[in-house]
């Protein structure tokens, strides 16, 4: 049963719009707080090592210092079983850029100007950061990112590459990358001695965070508190990227200094430097894709290989090889993921964590397949669209990726691409055209509850405490709300971001809007079940996330088609992207103006990893060299020219009450690829490592 | 960041008194390279003495070409008639460079003494010859996609970052400076320094020397001048290279040329051996590609920068064959 649409499909505005563009809207750290103490970390300067020696004397001297914190004397964690968390415990320094300690002080400058005359001496040894394919301690991690088998074997790869009449197997690398949300991760924590309850939380914590109650569930294991000691407060989120996902370093640090100085509210903001070794990052990967097809290509063997880092103190393993599972019919099919565990901050999620990267590398391979079979790109892929789920045998919830490709070929003027890569003239540029397609799985994560309050006058206040991290999320459940209950969009106001709501989970997998969503659908039902249409005033119900069982009968996936246009200047190398368009078949889209924004910053985030960003590990230092705004380049507004998205008009009869899959994340994936096969088609050149530059084109 | 002292100085005399008696006095323009090298602990100045409200903001006309104070603002600079009609090339270098909001702020002198970008030498925590002589340089063996080709040391491989600079030098700007012991004007291409063992210092002033005006002495064949800047994002970044050009051509023949290039070396690279080349010949592509070599055989370019080579003489060559075909 799906809810009947009212304002569900329309475009509303965003309910948090006045707010942010009049600047009222308060971030984590503009929360007015009394007398608040400023706090400034101190970092690691070797990548591997002890801290020997720390001379603060100078800087506890400076007047309006209060106190310099090392792992000499922080409070001692209740947990320390994970070691990105695990703050100030000990001299070891597993990283550059590790937290070894935070100078607190009346006002941020003087915190920051006493951090540079603290004076820190190490035991120095040796580090290692360098991935390479052909190191001899990559190893297999349990499982990859997201709980997917580490590898799967299905026929024999092998033999039917031998047999196939044609053939790809090239290596594809994307850099180590960094989230990089406008908003720095921040926080404000206070830490109250004598509370306790949930009137007065031993430990208060506004902070930017797609994810309130797992900030609360882990600060509270990590300090030795109980979940209800703990109250966590994040309304406003500019930006997360995954970055945001989960507690990090900076969190425990906040708490420590707060300790330290127990009573006064402590801020933190991360400067954008130390975003580049404390917020997560996209490992590097280095992918061998093999394809077989015979010659009609008909698929016969698709292979994906993905070697990758993460931390030697936490192990994250992206699960670049995953989507690789489901996407393309071929009888013989395999994974892997092979990781190295180096000397480097610990990588994170960073938007659509495995697909990214991933399908840089199967697309551009796909787009090599459809070249030495002579075949449109487009055409190849139809060819090897499965009917039913080739990993799982499931059959598809819908999969509607051939029409996205032929949907967007007419709308893109597709027929006019060049046959020839590199023939097309326009003055001094070379011209081509690109495609790629793009999927995402459709994720629901159980342990949201909502609860629907009547206030009287027609007014309800439905309350979760979900995450808009700028996505629209807050307008989206408000409109969901407004339909479930059969009200006017105005009559219902929609609380989120505080732990002191009921429980939700994170905005992340492009999972929320289904998540909390089916979550509100439920309590809005409860309600209107228990209090009918004319509840008194006062009257309030709830309900917790229903299951979904035909999750389990489905596989559900969204899908799309990214096109790009690309100019190259011949003698340069620049690169130009004059067009992009994506379509994408996502199932409902609950709010066309939000969804559109979605998938238009998606593939903007696509353009940018396309042609600009790469993190420069330094491996004599361990540490990221380009770590500012003006080196670590993201797409400007010259960069991006005409990027359009439109969606299949659907709804998924599987996908819950909603009818809806998510689309958070599904807009980057692909549009590198898209781009890089774009300029081979101008060019004739095959880039096959990210970030496409212009060096890389020139003649 | 220390704490440090502000001064607004009244008149070009006070401010450069000013510093000249203190050793860590600095001269503060729009701030934009200054201050944030004074967070992130490249530079420690103990005192400012804030020149940018001087009454050196003007464009004026003179005898012999344009005189631009050193506190006109980049945004105004490259906006003004006289700028855009005599040498199109300067207001194309400038409005190619930093944003909006930073060319609104930046001053002409801060401009031309803006340091250099290299990633090192603005992250205190790895050794920089510049930043700390003696110390090591980083770049060598590291990052050096925005490294030097021509002119660099074993001490330093660091590029200029400005382009404002490339098209002044290109037009023979002369630099008026007043000193403690009165004023001096000096050639802008003499200003920079190569590193040689010495990179610490970008330019021959001395402490306390203040930078007052830029003469564009008047070169009519610069009306036809291009700035072309190739870079890895659109906007709002600095060049892999870059060329300053101006033609002038007696039919088919370059009877004289102005080329500097940007993005390759320690200082603007006034490219003297590539316009001897061209003088008198031909204005073809063969010719430019001829001079464009000419040029770059002197070039030594780093593991990772290798490119720049090829894609200086392109843009030489793509640069003057605009030129040309504008002329036509
Ligand atoms: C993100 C970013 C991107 C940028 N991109 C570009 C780019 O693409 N191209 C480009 O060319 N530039 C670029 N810039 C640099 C920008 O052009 C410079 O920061 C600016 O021109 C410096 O001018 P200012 O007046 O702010 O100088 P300030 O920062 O005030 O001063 C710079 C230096 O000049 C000295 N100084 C200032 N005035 C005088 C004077 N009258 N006499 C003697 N010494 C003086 C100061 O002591 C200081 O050492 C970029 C900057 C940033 C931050
Ligand atoms: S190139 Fe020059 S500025 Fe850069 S690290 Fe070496 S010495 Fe320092």
Known sequence: MTVQDRVVGTPSPRVDGRAKVTGIAAYAYDRPVDDPVYAHPLQA???????????????????????????????????????????????EVAFRGQFIGVVLAETPEIARHAAGLVRVEYDEEPHDTELRADRTD???????NGGFATDTDEGDVDAAMAAAAVTVDEIYTTPMEHNNPMEPHSTVAIWNPGGGF???????????????????????????????????????????????????????????????????????ALTRHQMFSLAGHRTPTIQRVRLGADEAGRMTAVAHEAVEHTSKIKEFAEQTAVGTRMMYAAPNRRTSHRVAALDVPVPSWMRAPGEAPGFFGLEVAMDELAAACGLDPIELRARNDPRSDPESGRPWSGRHLVRCLREGAARFGWEDRPVVPGTRRRGRELVGMGVASSTYPYYR???????????????????????????????????????????????????????????????????????????????????????????????????????????????????????????VDADTGEIRVPRMLGVFSVGRVINPRT????????????????????????????????????????????????????????????????????????????????????????????????????????? | MIPFEYLRAGDPAEAVAAVAERPGAVFLGGGTNLVDHMKLGVAEPDML????????????????????????????????????????????????GASGQLRNAATTAGNLLQRTRCPYFQDVTTPCNKREPGSGCSAIGGYTRYHAILGASEQCVAVHPSDMAVAMVALDAVVIVLGPGGERALPLADLYRLPGDTPQRDTVLEHGELVTAVELPDLPFARRSAYRKVRDRTSYSFALVSVAAALDLDGGTVRDVRLALGGVAHKPWRAVLAEEELRGKPATEDAFRRAADAELAAARPLPGNEFKVPMARNTIVATLRDLTEEGR
């Open chain 1, 198 to 268: 949930p009137e007065a939380p031993r430990l208060t914590l506004f902070d930017s965070t797609q994810s309130v109650h797992s900030v609360r569930s882990t600060l509270a294991r990590v300090f030795g508190l109980r979940p209800e000691q703990v109250r966590v407060v994040s309304p406003y989120v500019g930006g997360g990227f995954g970055s945001k996902g989960m507690a990090h370093a900076h969190n425990v640090l906040a708490v420590l200094a707060a300790r330290a100085v127990a009573g006064r509210p402590v801020k933190l």
């Open chain 1, 445 to 567: 994560f159980p342990g949201s509850r909502a609860v629907v309050a009547y206030g009287g006058r027609g007014r309800y206040t439905v309350r979760i405490g979900a995450a808009d991290i700028g996505t629209g999320a807050w307008t989206v459940l408000t409109q969901i709300a407004a339909d479930a209950l059969g009200c006017p969009l105005g009559a219902v106001s929609v609380e989120i971001g505080d732990s002191g709501l009921p429980s939700a989970t994170v905005a992340g997998g492009s999972s929320g809007t289904t998540s909390w969503g089916s979550t509100i659908v439920a309590a809005c039902r409860s309600f209107r079940r228990v209090y009918g249409d004319d509840p008194p005033p006062g009257a309030e119900a709830g309900d917790d996330m229903p299951e979904n069982p035909d999750a389990e009968r489905y596989s559900m996936h969204s899908f799309g088609a990214q096109f790009a246009e690309v100019r």
């Open chain 1, 595 to 699: 969804a559109r924004s979605q998938f238009i910053g998606g593939m903007t985030m696509g353009l940018s990893m396309a042609l600009l960003e790469r993190s420069v590990l330094d491996h004599r230092t361990g540490h990221v060299i380009n770590h500012d705004f003006a080196e670590y380049l993201i797409a400007t507004n010259a960069d991006v020219m005409d990027v359009d998205a439109v969606w299949l008009d659907e709804e998924d009869v599987h996908a819950g009450p909603l009818g809806a899959r998510g689309i958070g994340e599904i807009g980057i994936v692909g549009a590198a690829a898209a781009i890089a096969n774009a300029v081979h088609n101008a060019t004739g050149i095959r880039v096959r490592d990210l970030p496409i530059t212009p060096d890389l084109l020139l003649r």
């Open chain 1, 45 to 91: 300067t070797i990548a591997r090592g002890r801290v020997a020696a720390i001379d603060d004397v100078a800087a506890a001297g400076v007047k309006g210092v209060l106190a310099v914190v090392t792992h000499r004397d922080a409070a001692r964690l209740a947990d320390t079983e994970d070691a990105e968390l695990s703050v100030l415990q000990s001299d």
């Open chain 1, 138 to 144: 990559l190893y297999a991690p349990e499982q990859v």
């Open chain 2, 49 to 96: 003495v804030d020149v940018s409200r001087l009454p050196l903001d003007r464009v004026e006309e003179t005898a012999t070409g344009l005189r631009v104070g050193a506190a006109v603002r980049n945004s105004d600079l490259a906006a003004h008639p006289l700028v855009r009609e005599r040498c199109p090339m300067l207001a194309r270098a400038l409005l190619s």
